[in-house]
């Protein structure tokens, strides 16, 4: 993504605004019983957003849904929220009460502006979420990552996005990732869906 140097400046500045509204803090009011997952696939400008639910109580996905819609920003590092978070709001608004706290393909806290997608969504939404991501952003010594990332197991890195701590967090993924997956559940499922209807959508698989 080419960014003028006073675009970026303002997106920038955009991120550290949102990041002074962040809270740390378990707002949750009680039993985590529904967790989502979200996640986009894109080939071009055109993005399949993967969204579901699993229910704690029941150990299964309750819920899910993908949707194609279109983006016409390139990714650029540190601002994937700029690109992602206008897909995938309209998702997460349409479904608002049918989760507890939601997983995010992207980082919270554990960023150098300290907004990451998680914590971009969790603060526009005003919604408990947590980032969760293969690799950290920078070197895992850097402020950011220190005080904010945490890794789980040798699978994957987690932060706070909004309105969750760091230790509500770690029990919500414990809970919903099993030894033999990679990512947590809903997250996965969120991944797949987007992955596969995105290779329908592009007639490179079958029905």
């Avoid at 969504?121 to 904010?148: D, Q």
């Amino acid at each position: 993504m080419k960014l003028d140097q006073t675009l970026y400046e303002k997106l920038c500045e955009t991120q550290r605004r949102i990041s002074e509204k962040v809270i740390v803090a378990s707002t949750c009011g009680g039993e985590v019983e529904r967790i989502a997952g979200v996640d986009v696939s894109y080939r071009g400008d055109s993005a399949v957003v993967g969204f579901a639910v699993f229910s704690i109580a029941e150990n299964r996905i309750i819920l899910v849904s993908v949707s194609r819609t279109f983006s016409k920003i390139p990714y650029a590092s540190s601002l994937l929220c700029f690109r992602e978070g206008p897909v995938v709001l309209p998702v997460l608004r349409r479904f608002f009460s049918e989760y507890d706290i939601l997983l995010v393909n992207g980082h919270g806290l554990a960023h150098p502006r300290k907004c990451g997608l998680a914590t971009y969504l969790g603060v526009l939404l005003k919604k408990p979420t947590v980032g969760v991501a293969r690799r950290p952003l920078g070197r895992l010594e850097e402020e950011h990552n220190v005080n904010n990332l945490r890794a789980f197991g040798n699978r994957f890195y987690y932060s706070v996005g909004n309105m969750v701590t760091l230790e509500e967090a770690f029990n919500v993924l414990r809970r919903t990732t099993p030894e033999n997956r990679r990512l947590p559940i809903p997250l996965e499922a969120a991944h797949l869906f987007s992955r596969r209807a995105l290779r329908l959508v592009a007639g490179d698989e079958r029905v």
